[in-house]
Protein backbone atom coordinates (compact mmCIF):
# COMPACT_ATOMS: atom_id res chain seq x y z
CA UNK A 1 0.00 0.00 0.00
CA UNK A 2 1.14 3.68 -0.25
CA UNK A 3 3.29 5.46 2.20
CA UNK A 4 3.25 8.62 3.56
CA UNK A 5 3.11 11.39 0.86
CA UNK A 6 4.58 14.63 1.78
CA UNK A 7 4.25 17.52 -0.83
CA UNK A 8 6.57 19.27 -1.78
CA UNK A 9 10.17 17.52 -0.87
CA UNK A 10 11.98 20.38 -1.33
CA UNK A 11 11.08 24.24 -0.87
CA UNK A 12 13.15 27.22 -0.78
CA UNK A 13 11.25 30.69 0.63
CA UNK A 14 12.58 34.02 2.04
CA UNK A 15 11.87 35.34 5.22
CA UNK A 16 8.56 37.41 5.68
CA UNK A 17 6.97 34.54 3.27
CA UNK A 18 4.35 32.40 4.09
CA UNK A 19 4.36 28.43 3.23
CA UNK A 20 2.09 26.01 3.25
CA UNK A 21 2.86 21.64 3.35
CA UNK A 22 0.87 18.79 2.57
CA UNK A 23 1.16 15.29 4.07
CA UNK A 24 -1.61 12.28 2.49
CA UNK A 25 -1.52 9.63 5.01
CA UNK A 26 -1.69 6.11 4.35
CA UNK A 27 -5.17 4.96 3.32
CA UNK A 28 -7.53 4.05 6.35
CA UNK A 29 -4.96 6.50 9.01
CA UNK A 30 -7.19 9.26 10.13
CA UNK A 31 -4.40 10.66 12.89
CA UNK A 32 -1.37 12.97 11.19
CA UNK A 33 1.31 14.86 13.34
CA UNK A 34 3.71 16.66 12.26
CA UNK A 35 7.44 17.43 13.73
CA UNK A 36 10.67 19.56 12.99
CA UNK A 37 13.69 18.16 12.84
CA UNK A 38 16.96 20.18 13.22
CA UNK A 39 20.23 19.05 13.81
CA UNK A 40 21.37 18.84 17.34
CA UNK A 41 17.47 19.30 18.20
CA UNK A 42 16.11 15.79 17.04
CA UNK A 43 12.36 15.52 16.16
CA UNK A 44 9.68 18.16 17.95
CA UNK A 45 6.36 17.61 18.12
CA UNK A 46 4.64 20.15 16.54
CA UNK A 47 0.48 19.07 16.55
CA UNK A 48 -1.57 16.17 16.08
CA UNK A 49 -4.59 15.91 14.14
CA UNK A 50 -7.69 13.06 14.75
CA UNK A 51 -10.95 13.33 12.56
CA UNK A 52 -10.27 16.71 11.63
CA UNK A 53 -9.94 18.24 15.32
CA UNK A 54 -6.31 19.24 16.67
CA UNK A 55 -5.56 16.66 19.39
CA UNK A 56 -2.46 17.54 21.25
CA UNK A 57 -0.27 20.56 20.30
CA UNK A 58 3.53 21.14 20.64
CA UNK A 59 5.63 24.25 21.92
CA UNK A 60 5.94 26.26 18.44
CA UNK A 61 4.68 29.76 18.33
CA UNK A 62 1.18 30.57 16.63
CA UNK A 63 2.57 31.15 13.06
CA UNK A 64 2.79 27.20 12.80
CA UNK A 65 -0.67 25.98 12.38
CA UNK A 66 -2.40 23.19 10.60
CA UNK A 67 -5.87 21.42 9.50
CA UNK A 68 -7.02 18.19 8.69
CA UNK A 69 -10.05 17.39 6.02
CA UNK A 70 -12.46 15.28 5.51
CA UNK A 71 -10.49 12.59 3.41
CA UNK A 72 -7.38 12.76 6.29
CA UNK A 73 -5.06 14.78 4.23
CA UNK A 74 -3.51 17.61 6.19
CA UNK A 75 -1.62 20.98 5.49
CA UNK A 76 0.97 22.74 7.63
CA UNK A 77 1.36 26.51 7.29
CA UNK A 78 3.79 28.56 8.57
CA UNK A 79 3.20 32.44 8.36
CA UNK A 80 5.97 35.46 8.22
CA UNK A 81 8.92 32.59 8.14
CA UNK A 82 11.84 33.05 9.52
CA UNK A 83 15.67 31.70 8.98
CA UNK A 84 15.50 29.56 12.25
CA UNK A 85 12.22 27.88 10.20
CA UNK A 86 14.61 26.01 7.44
CA UNK A 87 14.24 22.47 8.76
CA UNK A 88 12.84 18.97 7.44
CA UNK A 89 9.44 18.90 8.37
CA UNK A 90 7.89 15.17 8.79
CA UNK A 91 4.75 13.96 9.18
CA UNK A 92 3.48 10.88 10.62
CA UNK A 93 0.15 8.83 10.19
CA UNK A 94 -1.77 6.21 12.37
CA UNK A 95 -4.94 4.58 12.39
CA UNK A 96 -5.92 5.93 15.63
CA UNK A 97 -4.39 8.23 18.11
CA UNK A 98 -2.38 6.54 20.72
CA UNK A 99 1.44 5.93 21.29
CA UNK A 100 3.94 6.28 18.44
CA UNK A 101 4.44 2.69 17.39
CA UNK A 102 1.81 2.50 15.01
CA UNK A 103 3.49 5.75 13.14
CA UNK A 104 4.33 5.80 9.73
CA UNK A 105 6.59 8.39 8.48
CA UNK A 106 6.55 10.35 5.41
CA UNK A 107 10.09 11.18 3.66
CA UNK A 108 9.71 15.19 4.62
CA UNK A 109 9.65 18.72 3.35
CA UNK A 110 13.21 20.29 3.41
CA UNK A 111 12.25 23.85 3.82
CA UNK A 112 14.94 26.57 3.39
CA UNK A 113 14.49 29.80 4.83
CA UNK A 114 16.84 32.31 2.83
CA UNK B 1 13.07 21.53 27.28
CA UNK B 2 15.08 18.77 26.23
CA UNK B 3 13.26 15.69 28.11
CA UNK B 4 14.89 13.08 26.39
CA UNK B 5 18.70 13.09 25.57
CA UNK B 6 20.99 10.91 23.43
CA UNK B 7 24.28 12.50 24.51
CA UNK B 8 26.05 10.33 22.48
CA UNK B 9 25.60 12.52 18.51
CA UNK B 10 27.84 9.33 16.76
CA UNK B 11 28.87 5.75 17.37
CA UNK B 12 31.24 3.57 15.58
CA UNK B 13 31.32 -0.09 15.78
CA UNK B 14 32.74 -3.25 13.93
CA UNK B 15 30.91 -5.48 11.65
CA UNK B 16 29.44 -8.51 14.27
CA UNK B 17 29.88 -6.60 17.39
CA UNK B 18 27.41 -5.27 19.85
CA UNK B 19 26.37 -1.90 19.02
CA UNK B 20 24.74 -0.05 22.52
CA UNK B 21 22.81 3.49 21.98
CA UNK B 22 21.71 5.14 25.39
CA UNK B 23 18.87 7.29 25.87
CA UNK B 24 17.85 9.20 29.14
CA UNK B 25 14.95 10.87 30.01
CA UNK B 26 13.94 13.60 32.45
CA UNK B 27 9.82 13.14 32.82
CA UNK B 28 9.07 9.48 34.89
CA UNK B 29 5.86 10.09 33.77
CA UNK B 30 6.54 8.76 30.55
CA UNK B 31 4.96 5.42 30.23
CA UNK B 32 5.99 4.24 26.45
CA UNK B 33 9.17 4.58 24.70
CA UNK B 34 10.38 3.70 21.33
CA UNK B 35 13.52 3.87 19.49
CA UNK B 36 13.31 4.40 15.43
CA UNK B 37 15.54 4.15 12.76
CA UNK B 38 16.06 6.69 9.63
CA UNK B 39 18.27 6.42 6.96
CA UNK B 40 19.27 9.83 4.62
CA UNK B 41 16.56 11.24 2.51
CA UNK B 42 13.59 8.72 4.16
CA UNK B 43 11.38 9.15 7.02
CA UNK B 44 11.88 7.44 10.40
CA UNK B 45 10.80 3.99 10.90
CA UNK B 46 9.98 2.04 14.17
CA UNK B 47 11.96 -0.48 15.19
CA UNK B 48 11.40 -1.45 18.61
CA UNK B 49 8.98 -0.15 21.60
CA UNK B 50 8.99 -0.78 25.04
CA UNK B 51 6.55 -0.32 27.84
CA UNK B 52 7.03 1.06 31.38
CA UNK B 53 5.38 -1.80 32.99
CA UNK B 54 8.87 -3.54 31.73
CA UNK B 55 12.48 -3.68 31.60
CA UNK B 56 13.47 -5.67 28.40
CA UNK B 57 12.04 -6.27 25.14
CA UNK B 58 13.46 -8.24 22.49
CA UNK B 59 13.16 -8.72 18.88
CA UNK B 60 15.80 -10.39 16.46
CA UNK B 61 19.26 -8.91 16.38
CA UNK B 62 17.15 -5.70 18.61
CA UNK B 63 16.82 -5.95 22.33
CA UNK B 64 15.56 -2.68 24.36
CA UNK B 65 16.10 -2.11 27.76
CA UNK B 66 14.77 0.08 30.10
CA UNK B 67 15.90 0.92 34.18
CA UNK B 68 12.95 3.42 35.30
CA UNK B 69 14.66 4.01 38.17
CA UNK B 70 17.69 5.60 36.26
CA UNK B 71 15.58 6.93 33.85
CA UNK B 72 17.59 5.36 31.11
CA UNK B 73 17.13 3.15 28.30
CA UNK B 74 19.13 1.12 25.84
CA UNK B 75 18.76 -0.22 22.46
CA UNK B 76 21.74 -3.12 21.95
CA UNK B 77 22.23 -4.44 18.27
CA UNK B 78 23.93 -7.69 17.95
CA UNK B 79 25.18 -8.59 16.18
CA UNK B 80 25.90 -5.09 14.05
CA UNK B 81 25.46 -5.31 10.48
CA UNK B 82 27.02 -2.46 7.90
CA UNK B 83 22.96 -1.80 6.71
CA UNK B 84 22.15 -0.56 10.65
CA UNK B 85 24.11 2.29 9.70
CA UNK B 86 21.81 4.79 10.53
CA UNK B 87 20.27 7.74 12.38
CA UNK B 88 18.84 6.34 15.59
CA UNK B 89 16.04 8.29 17.90
CA UNK B 90 14.57 7.41 20.88
CA UNK B 91 11.14 8.96 21.80
CA UNK B 92 9.43 8.67 24.69
CA UNK B 93 5.34 9.62 25.12
CA UNK B 94 3.02 10.48 28.04
CA UNK B 95 -0.23 8.59 28.17
CA UNK B 96 -2.57 7.74 25.24
CA UNK B 97 -1.67 10.15 22.47
CA UNK B 98 0.74 11.32 19.99
CA UNK B 99 2.55 13.79 21.86
CA UNK B 100 6.12 11.82 21.71
CA UNK B 101 9.54 13.42 22.74
CA UNK B 102 12.35 12.47 20.88
CA UNK B 103 16.28 12.60 21.47
CA UNK B 104 18.35 14.29 18.88
CA UNK B 105 19.67 11.40 17.52
CA UNK B 106 22.73 8.79 17.57
CA UNK B 107 24.37 8.02 14.28
CA UNK B 108 25.64 4.77 13.98
CA UNK B 109 28.13 3.59 11.61
CA UNK B 110 29.08 -0.35 11.45
CA UNK B 111 32.20 -0.95 9.48
CA UNK B 112 32.79 -4.19 7.34
Given at each position: ?A?????P????K???????L??????G????????????????F???????T?????????????????N??S????????????????????????????????S??????? | ?????????????????????????????????????????????F?????????????????????????????????S??GD???????????N????????????????
Amino acid sequence: KAGVTQTPRYLIKTRGQQVTLSCSPISGHRSVSWYQQTPGQGLQFLFEYFSETQRNKGNFPGRFSGRQFSNSRSEMNVSTLELGDSALYLCASSTTTGTGYGYTFGSGTRLTVV
Amino acid sequence: DQQVKQNSPSLSVQEGRISILNCDYTNSMFDYFLWYKKYPAEGPTFLISISSIKDKNEDGRFTVFLNKSAKHLSLHIVPSQPGDSAVYFCAASLGNNNDMRFGAGTRLTVKP
